[in-house]
T-cell receptor, first 114, second 111 residues
Framework: NAGVTQTPKFQVLKTGQSMTLQCAQD?????MYWYRQDPGMGLRLIYY???????DKGEVPNGYNVSRLNKREFSLRLESAAPSQTSVYFC?????????????FGSGTRLTVV | KQEVTQIPAALSVPEGENLVLNCSFT??????LQWFRQDPGKGLTSLLL?????REQTSGRLNASLDKSSGRSTLYIAASQPGDSATYLC??????????FGDGTTLTVKP
């Protein structure tokens, strides 16, 4: 099925460890996004990529880095994980410029930092 | 700055009721508005997308309307079922820049 694929689905890290969350979309969308979702906080934008080769900070970028590897793939890296980064992470894509464009989300990565 | 509000935060209804979920936004210069459903522990599934030139969209028992002038969208669910229990989020999508998501309404439909 066409859509957004995130890996891994679950991860437990120790404080200070690093990891990369992977995201790939097969809808030929130009824009990709990383959100985190915490109870009572709603969806918060971490980073986004409006098009291949560009990335920009969202609301809560501290502690994260991103790479737009190509049009399909957008990865999120935690260099030194902290307990405050325990959250559910969602990748999404969209195609601004198309009239009826909306967002397609991946199924999420549930990250626990101990 | 666009602000999106979904009231109530939680709603519990008996099975079979027709219900309306609300999404209010402060800046009427929107491009599209999208409604999502999120089941516990799952991702966001798109339900309906309304372009700014449209007033409503329908899919099965769901009908979403958009009134840009009043800064409001509603999601109407007919003949609710226990399987409709989930959190419903709206997203206001601008012509340029980042979208704004509401915090959602958590719906419980009791058998």
């Amino acid at each position: 099925n066409a859509g957004v694929t995130q890996t891994p689905k679950f991860q437990v890290l120790k404080t200070g460890q690093s990891m990369t969350l992977q995201c790939a979309q097969d809808m030929n969308h130009n824009s990709m996004y990383w959100y985190r979702q915490d109870p009572g906080m709603g969806l918060r934008l971490i980073y986004y990529s409006a098009s291949e080769g560009t990335t920009d900070k969202g609301e809560v970028p501290n502690g994260y880095n991103v790479s737009r590897l190509n049009k399909r793939e957008f990865s999120l890296r935690l260099e030194s994980a902290a307990p405050s980064q325990t959250s559910v992470y969602f990748c999404a894509s969209s195609d601004p410029g198309k009239g009826g464009y909306g967002y397609t989300f991946g199924s999420g990565t549930r990250l626990t930092v101990v | 700055k666009q602000e999106v509000t979904q009231i109530p935060a939680a709603l519990s209804v008996p099975e079979g009721e027709n219900l309306v979920l609300n999404c209010s936004f402060t800046d009427s210069a929107i491009y599209n508005l999208q409604w999502f459903r999120q089941d516990p522990g799952k991702g966001l599934t798109s339900l309906l997308l309304i372009q700014s030139s449209q007033r409503e969209q329908t899919s099965g028992r769901l009908n979403a309307s958009l009134d840009k002038s009043s800064g409001r969208s509603t999601l109407y669910i007919a003949a609710s079922q226990p399987g409709d229990s989930a959190t419903y989020l709206c997203a206001v999508i601008p012509n340029a820049g980042k979208s704004t998501f509401g915090d959602g309404t958590t719906l419980t439909v009791k058998p």
